[in-house]
């Protein structure tokens, strides 16, 4: 046994071997022991080291006990100063009761690695660290292999506390290596680091009891690389979980993921999340307040109270299931997010019983293209539904519909589609349309009068259900094998009151109007200068007029062509429109009583070419 009551440095190589006989601790401090060295203890009749409340350790080196033959006692045992340094490392391996024990009074600091039931086949025989005293990491804990809890703290908050603003990882290395509890908090701890829990063979992995207080202001995850038979966190007793604004608790492979029955608090305003949770997710006879987050796929939440905060299923998609009537509080707020049409493409909130919407604010994203038509169901109860939502904020074109028993959103693409050219010229744009979208082939188009930036088809072919351009505006086909094409199935295609230019070698198509194909108004212009079809498709009814002038100004310039096709009546020029065909026009309307051209008023001039059948 080395007993210190003064100073010791060491700078070499303290050790104790497997066949050393000592029977009490293998080192005694109670004066200043600085290790910038090595320390190996493998046989001890007690303690590995012990720390006693005058003493003040100090490792700046490496500190290795039991980590190839049994210490019978504790690995560290401190009740004064113990302090593991930026560049020090602690080994704890094979020991007969716990790894390191912290007593009241005693201050343990790590800044830089303890190891505890690393090496293959250790074990501690009770907890890796049990803390009465205040116990301080600011860098890495690795606890393994221990027969009972991975850490377990005691006392008040007055003399006892466990902080943790590095990362400690409990079970990681190995499987079913935690005999009872990853975490037994008894006494006041708070983590603004992050702690990570599996392979605990305990009902929990995280339990707060016996006046506990766990307050966590970092990351907590549990069950993330292992299965866990039992739950992930236990509150009771007069413990209390507090999961502060910065917090997160992110529960995968459990039974159960919260339980609580007998706790003073527990309260989340960071976030939760939920995954693979076999039976429920949060089961609480006490008082859950809620205004965080609770989030991920919850196999079943069982509460006795209201609660507020956001619900926001799945990792996107995914579930939360209540297993009862819910009611939630003012202010509460459900954030949906859906990828698609098919089963579990869409978040769901799903209720075992009734609930009234009036308090719930629903916020939805839509992160795929969806197609005319498409439901999405986002909320289902076995209850009734009632009320309306106290707000709603849909993408633009969903609609919400809310039946008896769900939540539905709808897509519904618009009729029209009306130019703003707030971008630029491009029509392909959507910035350009005031509903933020292209529009298609079941669009009814208005052009307007804008300040501004005059639309241009340009580069891919276009095709809408019909067209207006108003006084004032101005459509440009440019040249080069742009296309244009109006299918009306009903009324009229193409009504022009503003100006409509087709440029050389690119072409617009009005076809199968229900009524007539192209109106232009008093004050509208056309000028075709390149190829320009009006008329039915080969075997529809010959009805309507093709082209009618109604006083504007229609100019065909030289080598440009118009065709009109299976109508009943082909140009129609009236009210002192004026018509002038430089270029081509060709006929084929066959029929009884059929007019290729009908002159009633106006100017109807052609120094061009008329010809076909008509």
Same mark, same amino acid.
């Given at each position: 046994?080395?007993?210190?009551?003064?100073?010791?440095?060491?700078?070499?190589?303290?050790?104790?071997?497997?066949?050393?006989?000592?029977?009490?601790?293998?080192?005694?401090?109670?004066?200043?022991?600085?290790?910038?060295?090595? @320390?190996?203890?493998?046989?001890?009749?007690?303690?590995? @080291?012990?720390?006693?409340?005058?003493?003040?350790?100090?490792? #700046?080196?490496?500190?290795?006990? &039991?980590?190839?033959?049994?210490?019978?006692?504790?690995?560290?045992?401190?009740?004064?100063?113990?302090?593991?340094?930026?560049?020090?490392?602690?080994?704890?391996?094979?020991?007969?009761?716990? &790894?390191?024990?912290?007593?009241?009074?005693?201050?343990?600091?790590?800044?830089?690695?303890?190891?505890?039931?690393?090496?293959?086949?250790?074990?501690?025989?009770?907890? &890796?660290?049990?803390?009465?005293?205040?116990?301080?990491?600011?860098?890495?804990?690795?606890?393994?292999?221990? $027969?009972?809890?991975?850490?377990?703290?005691?006392?008040?908050?007055?003399?006892?506390?466990?902080?943790?603003?590095?990362?400690?990882?409990?079970?990681?290395?190995?499987?079913?290596?935690?005999?009872?509890?990853?975490?037994?908090?008894?006494?006041?701890?708070?983590?603004?680091?992050?702690?990570?829990? #599996?392979?605990?063979?305990?009902?929990?992995?995280?339990?707060?009891?016996?006046?506990?207080?766990?307050?966590?202001? $970092?990351?907590?995850?549990?069950?993330?690389?292992?299965?866990?038979?039992?739950?992930?966190?236990?509150?009771? #007793?007069?413990?209390?979980?507090?999961?502060?604004?910065t917090g997160l608790i992110d529960i995968k492979r459990t039974d159960f993921g919260i339980f609580t029955d007998g706790a003073t608090a527990v309260t989340n305003a960071g976030e939760i999340f939920f995954d693979e949770n076999n039976i429920t997710s949060i089961f609480?006879?006490?008082?859950?307040?809620?205004?965080?987050?609770?989030?991920?796929?919850?196999?079943?939440?069982?509460?006795?109270?209201?609660?507020?905060?956001?619900?926001?299923?799945?990792?996107?998609?995914?579930?939360?299931?209540?297993?009862?009537? +819910?009611?939630?509080?003012?202010? %509460?707020?459900?954030?949906?997010?859906?990828?698609g049409t098919g089963v579990g493409e869409a978040d769901v909130v799903a209720i075992n019983g009734s609930l009234d919407l009036s308090n719930i604010n629903l916020e939805v994203t839509v992160n795929y293209n969806p197609a005319d038509n498409d439901e999405i169901t986002?909320?289902?109860?076995?209850?009734?539904?009632?009320?309306?939502?106290?707000? /709603?904020?849909?993408?633009?074109?969903? @609609?919400?519909?809310?039946?008896?028993?769900?939540?539905?959103?709808?897509?519904?693409?618009?009729?029209?589609?009306?130019?703003?050219?707030? /971008?630029?010229?491009?029509?392909?744009?959507?910035?350009?349309?005031?509903?933020?979208?292209?529009?298609?082939?079941?669009?009814?188009?208005?052009?307007?009068?804008?300040?501004?930036?005059?639309?241009?088809?340009?580069?891919?072919p276009v095709v809408v259900k019909s067209m207006v351009t108003t006084i004032g505006s101005s459509l440009t086909i440019p040249a080069d094998n742009n296309f244009l094409r109006i299918d009306a199935a009903t009324g009229t295609g193409l009504i022009v009151d503003g100006?409509?230019? /087709?440029?050389?070698?690119?072409?617009?198509?009005?076809?199968?109007?229900?009524?007539?194909?192209?109106?232009?108004?008093?004050?509208?212009?056309?000028?075709?200068?390149?190829?320009?079809?009006? $008329?039915?498709?080969?075997?529809?009814?010959?009805?309507?007029?093709?082209? %009618?002038?109604?006083?504007?100004?229609?100019?065909?310039?030289?080598?440009?062509?118009?065709?009109?096709?299976?109508? +009943?009546?082909?140009?129609?020029?009236?009210?002192?429109?004026?018509?002038?065909?430089?270029?081509?026009?060709?006929?084929?309307?066959?029929?009884?009583?059929?007019?290729?051209?009908?002159?009633?008023?106006?100017?109807?001039?052609? /120094?061009?070419?008329?010809?076909?059948?008509?």
């Open positions: 046994e080395l007993t210190s009551t003064a100073s010791v440095l060491n700078l070499g190589t303290i050790l104790h071997e497997a066949t050393d006989n000592i029977v009490g601790d293998a080192i005694r401090n109670a004066g200043t022991f600085n290790n910038a060295s090595n @320390i190996n203890i493998q046989q001890a009749g007690n303690d590995g @080291i012990v720390n006693l409340s005058t003493g003040l350790f100090e490792n #700046d080196g490496t500190i290795n006990v &039991g980590t190839t033959a049994n210490i019978t006692g504790d690995g560290i045992e401190n009740s004064g100063q113990f302090l593991n340094l930026d560049f020090a490392t602690t080994y704890i391996d094979f020991v007969g009761a716990v &790894g390191i024990r912290n007593l009241a009074g005693g201050q343990f600091t790590n800044s830089n690695n303890i190891n505890l039931g690393q090496a293959a086949g250790s074990f501690l025989s009770a907890s &890796g660290i049990a803390n009465s005293g205040v116990f301080t990491n600011t860098d890495l804990i690795n606890i393994d292999n221990v $027969g009972a809890d991975g850490i377990v703290t005691f006392g008040s908050a007055a003399t006892s506390s466990f902080s943790n603003a590095g990362t400690i990882n409990v079970g990681q290395n190995f499987s079913n290596s935690i005999i009872s509890s990853g975490f037994n908090c008894q006494g006041n701890m708070t983590n603004t680091g992050t702690i990570n829990l #599996d392979n605990a063979n305990s009902t929990n992995l995280f339990i707060v009891f016996s006046d506990g207080i766990f307050n966590n202001e $970092g990351q907590l995850y549990i069950g993330q690389n292992s299965p866990v038979g039992g739950g992930a966190i236990e509150v009771g #007793d007069n413990g209390s979980l507090i999961n502060t604004n609480s006879f006490d008082p859950f307040t809620n205004t965080g987050l609770i989030g991920g796929n919850a196999t079943g939440i069982f509460l006795n109270n209201s609660i507020g905060g956001t619900l926001s299923p799945g990792f996107s998609p995914g579930t939360i299931v209540f297993d009862r009537n +819910q009611a939630f509080l003012a202010g %509460t707020v459900f954030e949906m997010e859906v990828e986002l909320i289902t109860t076995t209850g009734n539904l009632s009320n309306d939502f106290a707000s /709603v904020d849909l993408p633009a074109l969903w @609609i919400l519909e809310v039946g008896s028993n769900s939540v539905v959103i709808r897509y519904e693409l618009p009729t029209t589609y009306t130019w703003t050219g707030v /971008v630029s010229s491009d029509w392909f744009v959507p910035g350009n349309w005031d509903n933020m979208l292209v529009p298609n082939a079941t669009s009814e188009v208005i052009i307007p009068d804008v300040n501004t930036n005059d639309p241009i088809i340009d580069g891919v100006q409509l230019t /087709v440029g050389a070698f690119s072409e617009l198509l009005v076809s199968d109007s229900g009524d007539d194909g192209v109106i232009v108004g008093a004050t509208g212009t056309i000028i075709n200068n390149g190829i320009f079809i009006i $008329g039915n498709s080969p075997g529809d009814p010959a009805d309507g007029v093709a082209l %009618t002038n109604a006083g504007g100004t229609i100019t065909n310039q030289i080598g440009a062509d118009m065709r009109i096709v299976n109508v +009943q009546v082909g140009i129609s020029n009236e009210t002192n429109g004026t018509f002038t065909n430089n270029g081509n026009i060709f006929f084929n309307i066959t029929g009884p009583d059929v007019e290729s051209i009908r002159r009633i008023s106006g100017d109807f001039i052609n /120094v061009g070419t008329i010809s076909g059948e008509a």
